[in-house]
């Protein structure tokens, strides 16, 4: 069974258990899909790579199945998992396009174009009145990995970027920890706008659900444009507005979720390890960043291994 079969089907299923978390119990299904999910099962074909747990022998039936050739294909050979058809579709869920990457020129045109419909956003007049800038995102357009946060905090706000104060310089750190640098990656947050604070002089306050809802086109749309292979979500906000999880990002982290097809990895937020500078709250940090780096396929030291574990 092919690893792009095992892909699809595994994120299938994470889908539709987030849906389900999230209280769904109908999805719409295309016809076609109704129609493929009809046809009689491809028989021994389909486990021909399955090992018998008692033996450890191949199960029987041919050594290996052919997928058949996509339009234009000659080789037939397994495409990436990201340019197959959804399956399911979700009323009010948008998904990602299915077309062709765009050259790089387009792709620049078109995150530029994004970029100016966001800071003319006022889609929620009361924190487009409050805010002193629309913090967009930074880093590549390129990126393999993307950071996302709950929503901008004074210094961000102040400087029109994300993750600039002092749980941003944490996450700095942890980029570089593992052999990175800000520019190689991509760092948004589920809200553009500081969440205003009505009566107070400082602090933050968590987005609402709603403020999360109507932002969040945004981040879908820079998120089909970079194409990241890995999602990190930072925090329970993030998670919560990615997806739609209440449960706890105790819970939660460490485990590996799909969000719009790609992998991700729900972490805690920088700001909770400048509060709980435990060692053992570091490493479950780093733990889930070496899972990560590992999904990328980038090389880990040993000594990158070790960080944060006692000595």
Same mark, same amino acid.
């Given at each position: 069974m092919?690893?792009?079969y095992?892909?699809l089907?595994?994120?299938?299923?994470?889908h539709l258990?987030?849906?389900?978390?999230r209280? $769904?119990?109908h999805v719409a299904v295309a016809?076609?899909t !109704?129609?493929a =999910?009809?046809q009689?099962? &491809?028989g021994?074909?389909?486990?021909?790579?399955?090992?018998?747990?008692?033996s +450890?022998?191949?199960?029987?039936g041919?050594?290996?199945t052919e *997928? /058949?050739k996509?339009?234009?294909?000659?080789?037939g050979?397994?495409q /990436?998992a990201?340019e197959q058809?959804p399956?399911?579709?979700?009323?009010?869920?948008?998904v990602?396009?299915?077309?062709?990457p765009?050259?790089?020129q387009a792709?620049? &045109?078109?995150f530029a174009?994004?970029?100016?419909?966001? *800071?003319a #956003?006022?889609?929620?007049?009361?924190?487009?009145?409050?805010?002193k800038?629309?913090?967009?995102?930074v880093g590549?357009i390129? &990126?393999q990995l993307?950071f $996302?946060?709950e929503?901008?905090g004074a210094?961000e706000?102040? @400087?029109a970027?994300?993750?600039?104060?002092?749980?941003?310089q944490?996450l700095t750190?942890i980029i570089?920890?593992?052999g =990175?640098?800000r520019?190689?990656?991509?760092i948004?947050?589920i *809200?553009? #706008?500081?969440?205003?604070?009505p009566? @107070?002089?400082?602090g933050?306050?968590?987005?609402?659900a709603?403020?999360?809802?109507t #932002?969040?086109?945004y981040?879908h749309?820079q998120?089909d444009l970079i194409g /990241?292979k890995?999602?990190?979500?930072l +925090?329970a906000t993030?998670?919560?507005?990615?997806l739609?999880?209440t449960?706890?990002i105790?819970k !939660?982290?460490g485990?590996?979720?799909?969000y719009r097809g790609?992998p991700?990895m729900?972490?805690?937020h /920088?700001a909770?390890? =400048?509060?709980? @500078?435990?060692?053992?709250?570091?490493r479950?940090v780093w733990?889930?960043?070496?899972a990560?780096?590992?999904?990328?396929g980038m090389?880990?030291s040993?000594k990158?291994?070790n960080?944060f574990l006692?000595?």
């Amino acid at each position: 069974m092919s690893s792009t079969y095992n892909q699809l089907l595994d994120a299938t299923i994470q889908h539709l258990e987030d849906l389900k978390s999230r209280g $769904v119990r109908h999805v719409a299904v295309a016809p076609e899909t !109704l129609r493929a =999910l009809a046809q009689p099962p &491809a028989g021994k074909a389909q486990v021909a790579n399955f090992k018998s747990p008692a033996s +450890g022998a191949p199960a029987s039936g041919p050594a290996r199945t052919e *997928l /058949p050739k996509r339009a234009g294909s000659e080789t037939g050979a397994p495409q /990436p998992a990201a340019e197959q058809p959804p399956l399911l579709a979700v009323q009010g869920e948008t998904v990602p396009s299915q077309g062709p990457p765009l050259d790089p020129q387009a792709k620049a &045109a078109a995150f530029a174009a994004l970029r100016q419909r966001a *800071l003319a #956003c006022v889609k929620c007049p009361h924190l487009a009145s409050s805010r002193k800038n629309v913090v967009f995102g930074v880093g590549s357009i390129d &990126a393999q990995l993307m950071f $996302v946060g709950e929503a901008p905090g004074a210094d961000e706000d102040e @400087q029109a970027e994300p993750f600039v104060g002092r749980a941003g310089q944490l996450l700095t750190k942890i980029i570089q920890a593992a052999g =990175l640098q800000r520019a190689d990656v991509y760092i948004g947050n589920i *809200l553009k #706008c500081r969440p205003d604070t009505p009566g @107070q002089s400082a602090g933050n306050r968590k987005p609402t659900a709603d403020e999360m809802t109507t #932002c969040i086109p945004y981040l879908h749309e820079q998120i089909d444009l970079i194409g /990241p292979k890995v999602i990190v979500a930072l +925090g329970a906000t993030a998670v919560e507005g990615l997806l739609g999880k209440t449960i706890g990002i105790t819970k !939660l982290r460490g485990t590996w979720k799909t969000y719009r097809g790609i992998p991700l990895m729900p972490t805690y937020h /920088p700001a909770y390890l =400048l509060r709980n @500078q435990a060692m053992s709250e570091k490493r479950k940090v780093w733990e889930d960043m070496l899972a990560v780096m590992e999904k990328l396929g980038m090389s880990i030291s040993e000594k990158q291994r070790n960080y944060f574990l006692k000595g």
